[in-house]
């Protein structure tokens, strides 16, 4: 069930004050944030039981993502970053806080739910492409549409297009082992974008590349950005970061606004 | 997901790794082959008993004296010598019985010559009996003819050999009408048997009428058994009420206690044929251990392959594949493996039972029930053996998987 806590509001009972009530996340947001906002964090924390230490690795972060902005959050290596595109991706579960992506609010859904919604509203991009071994360019980025139930022609009809977007049109049969990394990560890329999700996660997506491929693969960003797409990039390098709009700093597991790139419109929570 | 396209997956990545795919299937290919040649090697060695058996007589019923008590001793079987001639004749009006052959049993000197020369002599089982006979127990002659009315009611001395004995005295047809000494008595050779096969001991013998060999070879009214053939092999169990009913009534007994036997070639095929169900139940089971043990075969492969496929695990997660996308994958993955190493092994099973069956001399025997049950067998092993790598797999969590190295 897809739940809308924007079309019905919560009435919140005020005629206990002394209640410490938590407000609902309808409440916590104005109207105008909640219309524009694709992705709303409130007080996540992820924290790992390793028998006695307990390690939080999000401490209360809070986030406003709003349609169709380019996001960069920035951060060194155990900042938190990969535990909150985790989270972000709905790949993991908060320990506590509020998640709502494109209307839906992620604490509620099963396993089931967490899978359907990767596949109808996320694309990721990984560092090491990830793409499926012994699997032609084609199928690779077939397979999401596969997983939503597309049929066999629409969805090699739609894979081609994607690869034929990112200039793979001569790739189409090529296995990973047989492509450059700057063509394999275009093909990730074809992949996250064949299922036209709310939001594109991208995990470091030059890390493994040279400067060259990187460059490409952050014009490909840039432009997939220029079109309307709602893009989150996550990297340590500022330089990568830099051709987002918004970057955001996280460190120990908080998150904090750069002051230079502030004027993109984001907003902190 | 649609299932096709999970069979597709299924069926490429199988199709990626064609040696170990192959290997992995051999533990259920040669369990399948195995209870396949098995079972056909124990159905054939059934109906080569079985064939034995029938060729004892036709719808066979014997009848045999009962024991006799001497004192506070009961004697063997067959040792009282209650049945006479007129008890035989008495079940030849019985109704379904289509022949009937009294026997007398003896054991006596045959001669080709009147003197003992060279090989050409043996002692042997002579059988004083009627025409009925040669249809009873399912013989047929090889030459000349066989014992008539007529020569039974002139007490003739006429003969009719069994092809061992006539191997043994050196005889052939062309011996047919020449003089044979039994005990010293001139007989005219009348006739030679064929060979029935199984026991030479069914061809060592010679008939005689029943009336020469009361009259010249043994002194007594009784007789040793009675062969009777029913009309059918469904008439044998009617028929045999009928004897006993009407031996009671003849030989006077009201207490149930009977003086004689009925044996039935019914008996002695419900006998073979539960040794033989014993046999096949017991190379079956050797067989489904093959089986098993390739199922675990299955089963380890899976395991491994579930593990080196963590990190593609992760990327179908995070891709959209839901828990029982991945447990289906794998299952028909193991699924697959058993049901084409299940085909494989019939065709190799029902070559092995075809070349065995050739050389032990009972042809081919294909049981298609056999077949059914081998492949289902090793599809539910595949389902078995498959389930726990596969949740195993649809388990995995998308983070540690991809995270996998």
């Not at chain 1, 230490?53 to 993502?65: C, G, I, K, Q, Y």
């Not at chain 1, 509020?98 to 509620?108: A, I, K, N, R």
């Amino acid at each position: 069930m897809s739940l809308n806590i924007f079309a019905h509001p919560t009435k919140v009972a005020v005629s206990e004050p002394a209640a410490p009530v938590e407000l609902p996340l309808s409440q916590r947001f104005s109207e105008r944030e909640n219309s524009q906002a694709l992705i709303i964090l409130a007080g996540i924390s992820r924290v790992y039981d390793q028998g006695a230490v307990s390690v939080r690795a999000l401490d209360e972060v809070n986030l406003t993502v709003k349609r169709g902005e380019f996001l960069a959050i920035v951060g060194p290596s155990g900042s938190g970053k990969s535990t909150l595109m985790n989270i972000l991706g709905c790949l993991d579960r908060p320990t506590e806080g509020s998640y709502l992506l494109d209307g839906q609010l992620v604490e509620e859904l099963n396993d089931d739910g967490l899978a359907a919604i990767r596949s109808r509203a996320i694309g990721f991009v990984f560092q090491s492409y990830n793409l499926l071994p012994r699997t032609s360019a084609l199928v690779n980025v077939e397979t999401p549409l596969m997983y939503q139930g597309v049929g066999k022609k629409e969805r090699a009809a739609r894979a081609r297009q994607a690869l034929a977007q990112l200039g793979l049109s001569d790739r189409l049969g090529h296995e990973p082992s047989a492509l450059s990394g700057g063509q394999q990560q275009r093909v990730g890329i074809a992949r996250a974008l064949v299922t036209e999700p709310a939001i594109i996660l991208a995990d470091e997506p030059t890390g493994n590349l040279d400067s060259h491929s990187g460059a490409e693969v952050i014009q490909i960003f840039r432009e997939l950005h220029a079109r309307g797409r709602t893009i989150i990039l996550i990297t340590h390098d500022a330089d990568v970061a830099a051709a987002a709009d918004r970057t955001i700093h996280i460190r120990d597991g908080r998150l904090s606004e750069a002051s230079s790139a502030a004027s993109a419109g984001g907003t902190m929570v | 997901m649609k299932p096709l396209d999970l069979l597709g997956l299924a069926l490429s990545r199988l199709g990626t790794g064609k040696l170990r795919t192959a290997l992995t299937m051999l533990g259920i290919i040669i369990g399948v082959a195995s209870v396949v040649a098995l079972v056909s090697v124990a159905e054939g060695a059934t109906a080569g008993v079985s064939a034995r058996l029938q060729a004892l007589g036709t719808n066979l019923i014997t009848v045999s004296p009962g024991f006799t008590i001497t004192g506070a001793t009961r004697g063997a079987g067959g040792s009282a010598t209650t049945l006479t001639l007129a008890d035989a004749s008495a079940l030849t009006d019985l109704a379904n019985v289509s022949n009937i052959a009294p026997e007398i049993n003896t054991s006596k000197l045959i001669m080709v010559n009147d003197k003992l020369t060279g090989a050409q002599n043996e002692t042997t089982r002579i059988i004083g009996t009627t025409p009925g006979y040669l249809n009873v127990f399912a013989y047929s002659l090889w030459a000349g003819a066989f014992l008539n009315q007529t020569e039974i009611d002139n007490n003739a001395r006429v003969a009719v050999i069994g092809a061992t004995t006539a191997d043994n005295l050196g005889l052939n047809a062309a011996s047919l009408n020449s003089t044979i000494y039994i005990a010293g008595l001139p007989f005219n050779l009348i006739g030679i048997t064929q060979p029935k096969g199984g026991s030479t001991a069914a061809d060592d013998q010679v008939l005689i009428p029943i009336s020469t060999a009361r009259e010249l070879l043994v002194n007594t009214s009784s007789i040793s058994t009675i062969g009777i053939s029913a009309s059918s092999s469904e008439a044998i169990a009617a028929v045999s009420g009928e004897i006993t009913a009407t031996l009671e009534q003849r030989h006077n007994i009201t207490n149930g206690v009977d003086d004689f036997t009925i044996t039935t070639q019914a008996q002695l095929l419900g006998t073979a044929s539960s040794v033989s169900d014993v046999l096949t139940l017991l190379l079956a089971g050797i067989a489904s251990i093959s089986l098993l043990v390739g199922g675990i075969g299955i089963m380890n492969i899976m395991l491994v392959s579930v593990r080196e496929r963590t990190r593609e695990i992760g990327i179908r997660k995070a891709i959209g594949a839901r828990a029982r996308d991945i447990l289906f994958q794998f299952l028909l993955e193991a699924l697959i493996l058993s049901f084409l190493g299940g085909l494989i092994g019939i065709g190799m099973g029902v070559l092995v039972s075809f070349g065995i069956g050739i050389y032990a001399g009972w042809g081919f025997i294909f049981n298609p029930l056999t077949v059914l049950v081998a492949v289902s067998f090793s599809m539910v092993i595949g389902i078995i053996f498959g389930v726990w790598p596969a949740s195993q797999a649809a388990r995995l969590d998308p983070v540690v998987a991809l995270r996998y190295e």
